[in-house]
Nanobody, 128 residues
Framework: QVQLVESGGGLVQAGGSLRLSCAASGLTFSSYAMGWFRQAPGKEREFVAAISRTGDITTVADSVKGRFTISRDNAKNTVYLQMNRLKPEDTAVYYC?????????????????????WGKGTLVTVSS
């Protein structure tokens, strides 16, 4: 079965950094664009970042631009989200997801269906 397992979440002070990891198994990792999404308390799930199959194209939400970076290591079947200068507003459950057929643009703007597979999430709490 396909599994996406997030790790790296935790409690951090505002201004600090965290790196989230998502380890994929049960799929041909390099055939999937990957994305990170988050859901804050009382809010809808929102797009955070996406990366193309080869890693040559990335896109991030305006709210995290300049602070978050998505990357992937296809040899390790892992996608990362480097989060710097964290703010309390970044507090959320962060989800890793995979999509076989869509571009990073389509993932960002939610067109043409949704992600194919989702992880269970990892909690990031940013204290002030």
């Amino acid at each position: 079965q396909v599994q996406l397992v997030e790790s790296g979440g935790g409690l951090v002070q505002a201004g600090g950094s965290l790196r989230l990891s998502c380890a994929a198994s049960g799929l041909t990792f390099s055939s999937y664009a990957m994305g990170w999404f988050r859901q804050a308390p009382g809010k809808e799930r929102e797009f955070v970042a996406a990366i193309s199959r080869t890693g040559d194209i990335t896109t991030v939400a305006d709210s995290v631009k300049g602070r978050f970076t998505i990357s992937r290591d296809n040899a390790k079947n892992t996608v990362y989200l480097q989060m710097n200068r964290l703010k309390p507003e970044d507090t959320a459950v962060y989800y890793c997801a995979a999509d076989r057929d869509r571009s990073t643009y389509q993932i960002r703007f939610g067109t043409r269906d949704g992600m194919d597979y989702w992880g269970k999430g990892t909690l990031v709490t940013v204290s002030s």
